[in-house]
């Protein structure tokens, strides 16, 4: 098998069909060897923060000498951006290696695109003596197919927020319950301090984190950021963004509670080189600036809206490319967005879930009413004409979808 025949694989089986449930995985992985008993794990679900929270324990514990297999979704460029060593992407070859045992222990085809990603990841890991494994959900928690893990070094709930309600729950307790299922029971048990999970009945030995390390300083230029940690010490971080003192410390706090011995000089270096890419990436493009942001519901248009509040490009006009997936809360995410917005440019993410952007332009003006918007064909289309618009601002925002993250950063030539 070729790596074109496996993306082709991956193709038919559409990432767009979810089909939640553990039974098939487990039955998948058993005819493997259990592959996923082979690595310990820190387990991360939550509805915004997870991703970063991954690569900031990957990057913490690569620091501190430890071969470390991150499993993290969507990507932005690559399917192979999912499954990394040490920061480094399955190779190709590895890839389609992988995905041959994988259709060959499958044979009734009926695995999900998500669950084949998943058995590759497992091993992937296993193969290459990785010594620690970061998984992050891809839905919920209860059911997602990374929660066969039974008994994770620490499992860690990130955020608790709208989305995904057809098949989380309506209500935040609902979802709530879905996310934390991937605690277990004598394990700890990695939260904030939310409201929701107060008075909730939850497994595993509760860390509870109640403050985050707050932003004393950020070089914008460089996408940087200085935070400081309760214990006064001051750490770099390599991501922009208000809500990355939340993750850091749920990461610290992870770590502690495992067991696992990581000194301080890889938390600082770790922190200082960890790369999440699409969460406020500062593009310079010439004389102009993109910022990619994956914010795509109602909390994450929040953080966004925050970050780009304090952050100077606010003080500028600026033009609006989003794009949004019709499953996903458009009032909701362009609300907090909505008083920053003098001119939009709507498109459609490179997915078959996206919303299309007549429709979109709908709750756009609805929104801002005074902005002006406009509709362009795609994102890269968007991006080159602001570009080679001399009268157009300086400044963009790419924002509303993690696939219009990737094509935002597709079309600005970063790989």
């Known amino acids: ?184 029971a004598g394990r700890p048990a990695v939260r904030a301090d939310l409201p929701v999970l107060r008075r909730a009945p939850l497994r595993g030995r509760p860390v509870i984190v109640r403050k985050p390390w707050r932003s004393v300083r950020t070089d914008w230029t460089r996408g940087r950021q200085l935070l400081r940690a309760p214990s006064g010490r001051s750490y770099a971080l390599s991501i922009l963004g208000s809500r990355q003192g939340w993750n850091a410390a749920l990461a610290r706090a992870a770590v502690e509670a495992s067991g696992l011995r990581v000194p301080e000089r890889a938390w600082v270096r770790g922190l200082a080189g960890v790369s999440w890419r699409g969460r406020f990436e500062v593009i310079r493009l010439g004389r102009k600036t993109l910022i990619v942001d994956g914010a795509h519901n109602p909390e994450a248009a929040l953080a966004l809206a925050e970050t780009w509040r304090s952050s100077p490009f606010s003080r500028k006009p600026a033009r609006w490319i989003l794009g949004i997936m019709r499953d996903k809360d458009a009032a909701g995410v362009l609300a907090p967005l909505a008083p920053f917005i003098a001119e939009a440019v709507l498109v459609r993410p490179p997915s078959p879930r996206a919303l299309e952007p007549l429709d979109f332009a709908r709750f756009a003006r609805a929104a801002a009413p005074k902005a002006r918007v406009t509709i362009e064909r795609d994102p890269a289309t968007a991006i080159a004409v602001w570009r080679r618009d001399p009268s157009s601002p300086r400044v963009a925002v790419c924002a509303g979808s993690l696939y219009l993250a990737g094509a935002a950063l597709k079309a600005a030539g970063r790989k």
């Open 1 to 184: 098998m070729t790596f074109a025949d496996a993306l082709r694989v991956l193709e038919e089986r559409q990432e767009a069909r979810i089909a939640l449930g553990l039974g098939r995985v487990r039955a998948h992985l058993a005819a493997l060897g259990d592959p996923h008993l082979a690595v310990p794990a820190f387990h991360v679900a939550g509805t915004n923060g997870k991703g970063a929270t991954c690569a900031i324990l990957s990057s913490v514990l690569t620091a501190a000498g430890c071969r470390v297999g991150l499993y993290v979704s969507p990507h932005l460029l690559s399917v192979r951006e999912r499954i990394s060593i040490g920061g480094r992407a399955i190779s190709e070859a590895e890839f389609a290696r992988l995905m041959a045992r994988a259709l060959d222990a499958d044979k009734k085809s009926r695995l999900t695109y998500f669950e084949l990603l998943t058995s590759i990841a497992f091993q992937h890991f296993a193969d290459r003596g990785c010594d620690v494994m970061v998984l992050e959900t891809g839905l919920g928690g209860r059911l997602d197919a990374t929660n066969v893990v039974p008994v994770p070094l620490a499992a860690i709930v990130t955020s608790i927020a709208y989305d995904h309600q057809s098949f989380l729950g309506k209500t935040l307790a609902a979802i709530a319950r879905q996310k934390t299922a991937i605690f277990k």
